[in-house]
C-alpha cells in the first residue's frame, strides 16, 4: 500500500484512543498530536496541519457528545472528513470520452517519471477498451523516442516521433493529425521536461499547445519532492492550462502525503498516482478511497496475504467460497468466534479484517473481550431448530420478533439488551463481510495478484 508509514500511524493513533477508557480531552489531544506528527513527517505543510486539528477540536466537542462508541465514531468520521479536506481539490477533471477524440498533452521535469507516465496512461485506457496512441515531441532529451517507442511497442500502443526533427511543434502536429485521422480517442503527446523550471521550457510547451489544442494538460511531478509540489505545481499552472495532475514514484517515497496535500491547495486535482516502475503499477487516485485505506478502513492487500499466508491449504477454498456469498449467518459469526477464541489461523485472519476484531477485541482488553465473546456464543446456544433450519442459518437475524429474542434471553439466562446488543454486533459484522461479496477465487499461486487487484 502505498504511504504504509503514514497510514500506520495515523490509524495507530486511533486505535490507541478506541483503547482508552474514557475519551476526554486528553485522549482527544493524544490521538491528534499523533496523527499531526505522522502528517508532519510526511512533509504536509504546517498550516494545513494545524487547521485540520482546529476544525476537528471544534467540530467534536466533547461535552456534548453522550459517552460511549458515539463518541470515537463522531471523532475518527471528523479525522476522515478532515483527511478528505485536505486533499480535495474542488474541483474534478476533465474527462476524456471513450470513441471521441481527445488529444492529452503531458507536461513535467525531467526525470518526474513523464515518458513512464505516459505509456501507464495509454495502456490503462487501452485495457478499457480506448484507442490510445503516443506522440513523442521531446526533442531536447536525446533517447527520449527510443524510451517511448521501447514502452509503446510493449504495451502495442501505436507510437509517432522522429531521429530527424528537431522541432517538437511540428513533431507534435503531425502526430495528432496522423493519429487523428486513424480514428484513435486518446492521442497522447509527451513533451520535453528539463531539470528545472526554465523560461525556455516554458516556452517550448506554450507553443506545442497552442499548435495541438489538448483537451487536457496533464503534469506530471515526482511524489519526493514533498509540500514543494505546491510552487512547482503553481508555475507549471502559470504558463499552461493544467487540467490535472499525476503523482508518481509514491511507491517510494515518505513524503507522498506532502506532495498530494500541496497539489490539492493548488486546486488542482491528482487524477493518478504511479506506485512502481511497471506499466501496471499505476492506480486512479480517488479521495475517499485513499483515505479509508489510509486509516486502516480497508487493507483488504493485507488480509488476501494473511489467508494466504497462515490458513492451511486445504481450508482456504472453503473459507474464500463463503467470503465469496456475502452471507453472513450468524453460524457464520459463531464460527469465526471459536476460531478468534482459539486464535486458531483463521482467528488470525480475521483478526486482521478491518473493524472485524479490532473493536470486538481491542489489544488489552483481551479478557473482557474474551468473555463478551463467550457471552455471545451462549445466547447463541440457546437459538432453536424448527425443521430442518436452524435460526443460526438465518441471513437475516434483524428481522426476529420480541418474543423470540426474549426466548433465547430466557434460555441463555442473559437480558433482551443483551441479545440486542449480539444481533448489534451481528450487523456490524456482516456489513464487513459483505464487502467480500463477489470475491473471485483465486487457484493456487494467483493470491498475490488477487489482492493487488482488491487493493486498486
Ligand atoms: P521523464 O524524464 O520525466 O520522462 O522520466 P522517466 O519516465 O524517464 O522516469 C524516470 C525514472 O523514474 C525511470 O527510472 C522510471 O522507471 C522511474 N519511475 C517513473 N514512475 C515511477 C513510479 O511511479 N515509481 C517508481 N518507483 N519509479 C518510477
Redesign the pocket.
Known sequence: MVLAQLGGSISRALQQMSNATIIDEKALNDCLNEITRALLQADVQFKLVRDMQNNIKKIVNLDDLAAGHNKRRIIQQAIFNELCKMLDPGKPSFTPKKGKTSVVMFV?L????????CTKYAYYHQKKGWKPALVCADTFRAGAFD?LKQNATKAKIPFYGSYMESDPVKIAVEGVERFKQENCDLIIVDTS?RHKQEVALFEEMRQVSEATKPDLVLF?MDSSIGQAAFDQAQAFKQSVAVGAVIV?????HAKGGGALSAVAATKSPVIFI????HMD?FEVFDVKPFVSRLLGMGDWSGFMDKIHEVVPMDQQPELLQKLSEGNFTLRIMYEQFQNILKMGPIGQVFSMLPGFSQELMPKGREKESQAKIKRYMTMMDSMTNEGKRSELDSTNPKLMNDSRIMRIARGSGRQVRDVMEMLEEYKRLAKIWSKMKGLKIPKKGEMSALSRNMNA
Open positions: 513535467g525531467q526525470g518526474s517519471g513523464k515518458t513512464t507516465t524510451q521536461g506530471v508518481t514514484k509514491m511507491d517510494g504511479g506506485t512502481g516502475e503499477e
